[in-house]
Structure formats: structure tokens, C-alpha cells
């Protein structure tokens, strides 16, 4: 059965004893953000999600959502949650108070994205997707278009979309067609057709306000001449409420292999009335914005899949009993031993958990530069924090949901025959995870962005702020009597992350195709090396607490057991990676196009 | 959309150039088993596969089994194919002649196996079940029963079932509680309820003969108290025709995550007569001898779902356009380059190749040992023979389902968004691939056969079998022209292989939790050198042939690329494997079970 709890004791221990939250409060609009605020705030999402969101998980996936003639029903249940999430104000947690806000830096949202994730990935996409729309209109959009939809999107009586794929173009966005013709009023009429758009048609809202991707008649091709729209599904009348129907319908959605409570949806523009948001010709810039906030939120939906993937196996880890403990019984007074005390089972448990709050760690490492980007008064952080961010957002998508689906994966394993039968609700977890893989841009392209664009960028300086901390690091703590034995395996992974840039800048700068045969295993590798970084950083942690833990020295010393898993188990693979990444390009790219 | 074409001519290449099947017919009942004739069978298996079976696998999917008042009936279209499938005689190609059967030896019969798994794994499930109690019987049934099923059996008017699992017990059957009382004619009378039969009712066949495993009133518990009962849902009548109903039914069918239109029953028997199959309370070796052959046939499934699903996504990648190939544009005239022109596109279509035709390459090596333990007249080679079958069974169940689902999954990432919609059919493979890495022994499972069992089998004899052929190769090919760079990283990759072995023998024996911790590691480390093996075989022939090759030099040329990507890609991930498993089972046993 699916099972979940929000891990409040390890968010805290990321959030404050690992990251320091007690910093937030220096950064701008955080005075309020202390520890006991965060704690309450987490509390209360807590139950949130525990009470409303995870009861329908199972019944969305059963249920999907139903086309009508252009009418879209979310699941039973759906709507009523969707209210009692407006009204408790969680849509507005992370927006500016300026739009009514409660301005939560991210450090803290993300911990409440990865609750909402844990528990009903498919409902979540429509506050997400409102969020990012939210964004792209705040970095973009001019001041009339803000006053007149973002109080609404904040407050989650509207919410949004983002309409970018078409059904010849996903990656590719140079080759879209949806056009934009300007009409006398400062507004365009919008026509063409739109795939995939998540959130597109619902009724959980009373407007939905579309971001559109569309071409000016005179624009240049490919990514160029791409304009970004805001094109609502009722205009808005004087009064600021909803007016007449524009000219946006939905043709269909999808039946898909998971998240059925979302509603995935062709969206047709005939004539339909928008108002450009940002330059003419610059749209990508816009749609990057939402892409991005929505890359690292993508990457959380792995994590939260993964952290409920992991607690619905370790309760049938400890209850189902089958077989008796290699070391002698166990549970004498039981008929067999509950499975967990197997060493197969134990090591899925620990891989899963390992991944789950390393992921939580780096995630919220990330997060808090965010908030310093966002926050900072000291412009050298701010950039800083920015370089980071670049460079760590495809890391967290591709990371975070591979390790996600991996997760997903290995606690139907762990139930055995009964994880494959629907009832139990695990293979859900699977079927949901898929996806985060693929949208806002694969895996690979994730991978791609990370050699082709964020190594090389300003010669490597967003590459600096990660590897000067962690070489920095590695440096001071190589013979630290505790740590030691962790850090010796991280500084052989780093020189292994050392080795493969120093490999892809060489090659990858010759030829291009080298760089993109590297990718894939490169960002894994990095990943690995950030992960372990987290670990080792943990367990130093939880090292200087447990001798004065009031009572919590086991929650230390688990840690300190599972860092040592991770750094054990999970960070060789390094050593595999870098093998694969130095052969190079060449047998990848032998065969030709008609040999496949 | 799901594509499929049989890879005859890498069958052929596997059977004929690499196995040498020209010496099949040196054994007992193959002398009629010559090139010619395999490809003239597979030629025709091919076609049935295509017509019959690939048409009805999404048809499957999207219908499922409908269960009413206890009957099940199969989804649309299966009935008449599987009534083709019999009347062509395909249901007994791997029979013994004396019951009605071909008596085809398994080199040849697998690839069957694998065709029908690629082109409707659903489906195959019905007759591989029968052929699972066929082999059973063959091994431990009375000649009265013999006479009485295997005839029906192996034309495929009577289909079989393994009735093994409880709903409180799989992995751990000494807990299974289905009872079995002696009658006075020698019959015993059934009671209790078994879930997870696939095949366990349905409308394909006029009877269904179950193989059930129960207690007797004085057996001891645990495994060595379980015996073999023959449950026919039809008392044959003294005509050998399917006389009044037993005192089996089918109380429910489970809804799962794929092979839906495989039934999935609960079967209940109720005062059902049956009749011993083999001694009293050695049922469980009547078992595994269905479970064993089942096991490689499982693996088969793992095969032929990644091999469809690499199909799949290169004609996609093929087809589908999408930016521009990073060493400059390679097809001008259309608006994109097709996505098969991109670095990583082309490392998952080349991972999913190599893991596919590595595994033929296996699978056929196995099966041919198959066929030395049962027909060879040396008695020598015939032990050896059933060593390595011994030794491989749980490598090819578990390392073929893992890869399989992998190819699936990557077959979904190269369809991007397209792969997560229902109606391109690749998310489906994903589902149906899933559950071959749980059932006849989850792959944990298997990992601990092979540390705990073949291993120390005979102070490592079996392990002798593949041990000292590989090394052999290895020490006479080191210094090959062509060969030499494969067989280096091969001969880095046995060394591994050997430490991991010497570390399981040494520690394991001490402390069998040592060998179950290093057990899944160690499985794949062990699964990827035999890869790796199969791979520098295949390249030795290809290196002999293409110079000569009557057009086909192409093929060979692609071989022998293909091998350069395993050696180069796939197989350093040996070296993370090793890092791990070495690192023993400490860190992994660390947490208290309630520390979870």
C-alpha cells in the first residue's frame, strides 16, 4: 500500500543543521524565516498533504482525467483538494507579496514541492505549472499584464500552463508553427495547435491563462524568431473577472502510462486573442525562465516519488515475513522473519534511502542558492549563486528523476509479485516517475546543456562554484580522524569528475559530437561526485552531533551508516563512468544511419 | 508505434557462425537438425510471430482478461491465435516426438521463445506455462499420467499451470499451507487457494491442467514437507476427453501493471482431486525443474522486449526530426535531422544493440548446453554441460530481465514525450518487462542461487565450466591483431570477476550474510563478463568473415563496431561493481530493522 509520511526530522536536519536556515533571515524579505517558522510552516504542509493530497493519488491514477466535447474533469475529489489548498494559501507560499505572496524563499518551498511530489505528483502539476507560468510573467511580462493576472495566479483562482510542444516539436522549438498576427489594439491573434500541455483544460480553476510559444509573420526561423504570449481561456473583463471564451479549445488529452490526474491536453488557438509577454523574437528567453524554475521542480517530483517509493517499501519490508535471516531467525515468535533482515532487501532499502536524502541535501543546497541569487545584498554572492544555479539545475532534473524511476522501480522489487498488482499502488510510483525523465526537456538534453553550455560558459567560472568548495573541502578534511575514510573515496571520485571535464573540454572543444557522446555519463558522474560531497558533509554533521543528540543519537548515527552506504556502494560507479566517458566518441558513432 | 521484424539473420549468425550449429546433429534425436532446416523453421516462426501474435499485443494491452462468475475470458483475437499457433504445431517444437512433439533442440527452440516475447509476451505466457508442467511431468510423472496429459499437452489442446504461490507465501513456499489427503484409489483430495497463476484459467483450451504444490497430513514442515499433485479443471473421462468438472475455480484475476492480457489468477481448490506427481514430500524438485526451465525462458522475455523495444526506437529515431546533427547538418533536405544523427540518441540505441545481441549471443550459448545435458552420448560432456547450465540459469533470468527493462525504458527516452502516451505502444514494454525481473524467483533471488548455491556447488565446479573456457580464450587471444584491444579490457574485466569471486568464497563461508550482500553485484559483474566474452567471440568471427562475407560485409563491419561499444561503454561498469561488492556487508547490515 502507498505509505507515506513527510520526512519533517530530515527536512529539518537539511534545512537547519546541515544548510544553516538561521542565514536566511539576513537575505532580503526573509527577516520572519526562522527555524521555528520553517518548522511550522513544514508542519502544516505536512499535514496538508497527509490529509487532502495523498488520499486521491490512487484514485487519480484510476480514474484519469475525462474529455468531453472541450471539457476536461480532473478525478473525483480533485477540485475539493484543489480548494482547501487555495484557500489554506499554499499556492502563493513562494510568489512575491507584491501580488499577494507570502514570499517563502526557496530553501523552503521546495521542501513543501517535495512533500505535494511524495504524495500526488499528478495533482501537483497544476499548482507547478501555474507557478511557472507565475515566474516567466514576473522576469517578463509588463506591468499591465502583471496587475491584471498575477493576483489571481498568486492566490490560485487562475492558474497556468506553458504551451510550448507541437506535435512535430518538442526539443527542436526552431521548428514551431503556432503563429501570432498584431492587431491594432497592441494585441495578436493566435493560431495553431499545441501538444502535451500539461494543466491545458480543467475544472479546477475559473480561468486558465496560457504562455504561449508562437512566430511573428516577419520573424526569422528557427529559435530566433520565437515570441512568447500570454493567451488566457476567458478574457478578462473590465471588472478583472472572467469575460468572453477566447478563442482557445481542447481537442483531446492523452492516455498515458502515468500521472493520469494531470491532465495532459491538445490545445487548438483559432484566432485567439494574446498579448505579448517580454520582446518580439526573444521568447526563449521567457520560456527559459519558466523552464528552469520548472527543470529543478521536475527534479524534486523524482525525489518525492522516490521518498514514497522508499516508505511504502520499507513498511512491507517490515511487516511481510518470508524466509528466516542468513545470520540465524531473528523473530523467533513469528512464522518467518520479516524480509527487511534480508541483505538483498536491506541493500534496496539503504540504495533507495541513500539517493533519497543525498537528493534532499543537494536539492536544498540549491535551493538555498537560489534564494541568494534572488536574496543576496552582496552582488559577488548573487552571482555566484547564479553560476551555481545554472550549472546545477540539469543535475537535479536528470539526477534526481533517474534516481526517482530507479527508485520507483526498486520498492516494486521489494514487494516482489505483489508491487506488480495495481491494488498495492507501488507500480504507480513507476508509471508517475517515467515522465520526469522526459519533460521540460529529456534527460539527454539536460546532459547536453551541461557540456555544451554550462562548462564551457565565461571559461568555466559556473564549474568554479562547485569545484572550489568541494576541492577546498576534500582538502581540509582528507585526514580528519572521522571523516576521513568517507572523504579518501570522494577525492578519488572528484579527480575521476576532474579527469572527465578536463577529458570533455579537450575533445569537446574539437569536436562538438565528442562532448555530446560524453554527456549522458558525465552528468551521472557529476551527479554521483555532489551527492557523495552532500554525504560526507552530512556525516560530519551528524558526527559533531551525536554525543549530544537529547535523545536523537540514533537519528545521528543512521546517518553516519548511511553515508557510509552511499560512499561504499553507490559511489564506485564512478569508476565505471569515467571508463565509459574516456573511450570516446568513436564506437558510439560508427555505425552508419542504415546499419540501425 | 511497436515495430517488429525477427532478427533472423543475427539468429542465424548466433546459431550457425558463432555456436556452430552444423554439430547439432551429433546429438540423439537432431539428426534431421541441420542449417537449412533451423532456418527454414525460424523463417516460418517468424512469420507467425508478425501475422498472428505482434498484431494483438497492444490489443492485449489496452482489453486485459475479463473475469465473470469464474470464467476468464482472453482479450479479442486471442483465442483464434492461439488456435493457429496450435494447429501449426508450434506448441510441441520443443516436445519429445514420443508424446506428439518435434523434439527441436532448445538452440533452436529459444529463438522462438524470443520472437513470440518480442511480438506478444501476453500471449506467450499461455504456452510457456504449458511447456513449465510439460517438463515437470516429463521429469517426475507416473507413465499412466504421462499417457493420460502429455499427448493433450504438448498438441496444445490442454494447457498447464504452476500452482506454487500463496498469498502469505512465494519466495518462501515452506509456508505454504494448501493441503493434500490421500484417497483410497490413490488420489488425493485438494483444499486451499493459490494466487499468481498465470494461465490459471482462461478460454484457450478445453482443459487446464494444474501442477499444485500441497502438504500431506503427516508431512514436516518446511520445504521438505511440500509434495507435487497433477489438478485437472477436467476429469478426463475414459475416453481421454475432458470429463466432469473438478473441484477447481477461479475466484478473481489481478489487475496489474502490464501483460495484461495474460490472466493472473486465484485459483481455488475445493476437495479437487489430484494425483501425485514424483515421491511424497519431494515436490519441491519437481518444482524446480518446471522453475529452471521456466527461469531461462523468463530471461528469453527480458530478450525479446528490449530487442522490440530497440526496434521501436530506431525507426522512430529514424523518423522522427528534430535539430541538427552537432557535426553539421547531414540531411539538408529536411527541416530537421532525423534524431538518430545525435551522440546520445545514439548511446541508447547502441546500449540497447549491444545488451540484445550480447544476450542472443548467450542465451544461445546456454541453450546449447541445454541441449549437450540432454542429448550429448558423452557423459562427460553431458555433466559439464548441465554444470554451466546450473551456473548460468540465475544469470540469464536476472541479467536478461534487468537489461530488458532497461531497453524498455530507454526505448520509451528515445520517443521523448511520444513514448509516455499509450497509443505509440513503446510505454507498454516498459509495463510488461517489469514484472519477468519479479516472478519464478525475483532476481535477489536469483543472485543468492548463485552465491549460495552454484558457487559452492562441488567445491566450484560449475563454476570451472565457464571459469576455464573464458580464461583459455583469453590467454590465447591476448596478443590477436584485432582481437588483442578487445580482449584486453575482457581480461581486466575476468580479473574482477575472479576477485569477486575469491572475496564471496573467502567471506561468504564465514558469514553467508557476506555472500548475500555481494550477491546482486556480483550477479551483474558476472552477468556483464560473459557479455563481454560472448562479445569478443562474436567479433572473432565477424574479423574472419567480412573479408569474405558475399555482400555482407556490412553486417560483419557493424559486429565488430558493435563489440568495440560494449567493450568500450558498457563493460567498465565491471569496475563500480567490484568497488562495491568489496566494501562487504557492513555498512549495509549497519541500521537497526526500526532505524527504517
Given at each position: 500500500?502507498?505509505?507515506?509520511?513527510p520526512p519533517l526530522r530530515d527536512m529539518r536536519f537539511v534545512l537547519h543543521e546541515l544548510h544553516g536556515s538561521e542565514a536566511l533571515k539576513d537575505l532580503k524579505g526573509c527577516e520572519d524565516v526562522t527555524p521555528d517558522l520553517i518548522d511550522a510552516v513544514l508542519e502544516e504542509a505536512g499535514k496538508l498533504v497527509t490529509e487532502v493530497l495523498a488520499p486521491l493519488n490512487t484514485v487519480g491514477d484510476a480514474e484519469g482525467c475525462k474529455y468531453e466535447n472541450g471539457v476536461v474533469r480532473t478525478p473525483t475529489g480533485f477540485k475539493d483538494a484543489y480548494n482547501t489548498y487555495r484557500e489554506g494559501g499554499w499556492n502563493g507560499i513562494a510568489c512575491d507579496p507584491e501580488w499577494g505572496g507570502q514570499g517563502l524563499p526557496a530553501s523552503v518551498t521546495k521542501c513543501i514541492e517535495e512533500m505535494m511530489c511524495s504524495a500526488n505528483v499528478a495533482f501537483s502539476l497544476y499548482p507547478g505549472l501555474t507557478h511557472g507560468a507565475y515566474e516567466a510573467m514576473m522576469g517578463h511580462a509588463t506591468q499591465e499584464l502583471k496587475e491584471t493576472y498575477l493576483p489571481k495566479m498568486v492566490e490560485g483562482s487562475w492558474s497556468g500552463t506553458m504551451c510550448l510542444t507541437e506535435s512535430h516539436c518538442g526539443?527542436?522549438?526552431?521548428?514551431?508553427?503556432?503563429?501570432?498576427?498584431?492587431?491594432d489594439d497592441g494585441s495578436y491573434k493566435i493560431n495553431g495547435s499545441k501538444i502535451f500541455i500539461s494543466a491545458g483544460e480543467h475544472d479546477l480553476t475559473e480561468n486558465i491563462i496560457h504562455l504561449v510559444l508562437a512566430r511573428l509573420p516577419d520573424a526569422p526561423k528557427g529559435v530566433k524568431g520565437i515570441s512568447l504570449f500570454l493567451v488566457p481561456k476567458f478574457l478578462p473583463n473590465a471588472d478583472g473577472k472572467p469575460g468572453p471564451r477566447n478563442g482557445v479549445s481542447c481537442t483531446?488529452?492523452?492516455?498515458?502510462?502515468?500521472?493520469?490526474?494531470?491532465?495532459?491536453?491538445?490545445?487548438?488557438?483559432?484566432d485567439a486573442t494574446g498579448w505579448l509577454v517580454g520582446e518580439t523574437n526573444k521568447g526563449m528567453a521567457g520560456m527559459f525562465t519558466m523552464m528552469n524554475s520548472e527543470r529543478l521542480s521536475v527534479g524534486t517530483q523524482g525525489l518525492g516519488i522516490g521518498e514514497a517509493a522508499y516508505q511504502s517499501a520499507v513498511a512491507y519490508a517490515?511487516?511481510?515475513v518470508q524466509g528466516r535471516s542468513l545470520a540465524g531467525t531473528k523473530y523467533p515468535d513469528k512464522p518467518a522473519d520479516p524480509i527487511i533482515v534480508h541483505p538483498d532487501v536491506r541493500r534496496s532499502l539503504m540504495t533507495?534511502?541513500?539517493?533519497?536524502?543525498?537528493?534532499?541535501?543537494?536539492?536544498?543546497w540549491v535551493a538555498r542558492h537560489l534564494d541568494l541569487m534572488e536574496r543576496s545584498n552582496d552582488p559577488e554572492e548573487r552571482q555566484n549563486a547564479e553560476d551555481f544555479t545554472a550549472?546545477?539545475?540539469?543535475?537535479?532534473?536528470s539526477l534526481f528523476t533517474d534516481l526517482g524511476f530507479a527508485n520507483a522501480s526498486t520498492g516494486v522489487q521489494v514487494y516482489g509479485g505483489h508491487g506488480y498488482i495495481r491494488e498495492h499502488g507501488v507500480e504507480q510510483?513507476?508509471?508517475?516517475?517515467?515522465?520526469?525523465?522526459?519533460?521540460?526537456?529529456?534527460?539527454?538534453?539536460?546532459?547536453?546543456d551541461l557540456v555544451g553550455r554550462k562548462l564551457p560558459a565565461h571559461t568555466g567560472r559556473y564549474l568554479r562554484s562547485f569545484f572550489h568548495p568541494v576541492l577546498a573541502y576534500i582538502d581540509a578534511k582528507m585526514d580528519d580522524e572521522n571523516l576521513g575514510p568517507l572523504v579518501g573515496p570522494l577525492g578519488k571520485a572528484f579527480g575521476a569528475l576532474q579527469l572527465a571535464t578536463g577529458h570533455i573540454a579537450e575533445k569537446g572543444l574539437k569536436d562538438p559530437e565528442?562532448?555530446?557522446?560524453?554527456?549522458?555519463?558525465?552528468?551521472?558522474?557529476?551527479?554521483?561526485?555532489?551527492?557523495?560531497?552532500?554525504?560526507?558533509?552530512?556525516?560530519?554533521?551528524?558526527?559533531?552531533?551525536k554525543g549530544n543528540a537529547n535523545g536523537e543519537a540514533a537519528f545521528y548515527e543512521n546517518k553516519i551508516a548511511t553515508a557510509r552506504f552511499f560512499i561504499d556502494r553507490l559511489l564506485p560507479e564512478v569508476a565505471g563512468l569515467w571508463g565509459a566517458i574516456k573511450s570516446g566518441k568513436s564506437s558510439m558513432m560508427a555505425l552508419p544511419d542504415d546499419a540501425f
Open positions: 500500500m502507498q505509505t507515506y509520511q526539443t527542436d522549438l526552431g521548428l514551431l508553427r503556432t503563429k501570432a498576427e498584431p492587431q483531446g488529452i492523452e492516455h498515458k502510462m502515468g500521472i493520469n490526474g494531470s491532465a495532459t491536453c491538445q490545445i487548438s488557438f483559432d517490515k511487516d511481510r533507495m534511502r541513500a539517493y533519497n536524502e543525498g537528493c534532499r541535501a543537494l536539492g536544498g550549472l546545477m539545475t540539469p543535475i537535479v532534473k510510483y513507476v508509471r508517475d516517475a517515467r515522465i520526469a525523465m522526459i519533460y521540460e526537456g529529456t534527460n539527454g538534453i539536460q546532459a547536453l565528442e562532448a555530446g557522446a560524453a554527456a549522458t555519463d558525465y552528468l551521472r558522474l557529476f551527479g554521483l561526485v555532489a551527492l557523495g560531497y552532500m554525504w560526507v558533509r552530512m556525516a560530519e554533521v551528524a558526527f559533531e552531533k
